[in-house]
Nanobody, 126 residues
Framework: DVQLQASGGGTVQAGGSLRLSCAASGLIFDEYAIGWFRQVPGKEREGLSC????????YYIDSVKGRFTISSDIAKNTVYLQLDNLKPEDTAVYYC???????????????????WGQGTLVTVSS
């Protein structure tokens, strides 16, 4: 079974940084795109970024470009999301997910993901 475990959330002050980790098991890494999403209670889930190790593609939505950085460690089957210059509006539960259609990351698509991990809470205080 495919399993994803997100971790690394916490509470930081505005301007601070966190690194989120998504440990994946039960899948072959380069056969999937891994994406990061976030959700604020009462609001729709928002796709933030994705990475595909198959073709090296990475994608960010405009609001996090330059502040968030996605990376992967294939040996550890782990994808990271570095969050820098955090703002109070970044407060949310962050999720990682896997999409067997790995090519969709290069097409800047953050929908239709097959497998989801539990979330990790990021709180940014002003």
């Amino acid at each position: 079974d495919v399993q994803l475990q997100a971790s690394g959330g916490g509470t930081v002050q505005a301007g601070g940084s966190l690194r989120l980790s998504c440990a994946a098991s039960g899948l072959i890494f380069d056969e999937y795109a891994i994406g990061w999403f976030r959700q604020v209670p009462g609001k729709e889930r928002e796709g933030l970024s994705c990475i595909s190790t198959n073709d090296g593609s990475k994608y960010y939505i405009d609001s996090v470009k330059g502040r968030f950085t996605i990376s992967s460690d294939i040996a550890k089957n782990t994808v990271y999301l570095q969050l820098d210059n955090l703002k109070p509006e970044d407060t949310a539960v962050y999720y990682c997910a896997a999409d067997s259609a790995w090519w969709t990351c290069a097409r800047e698509r953050l929908s239709g993901y097959d497998y989801w991990g539990q979330g990790t809470l990021v709180t940014v205080s002003s």
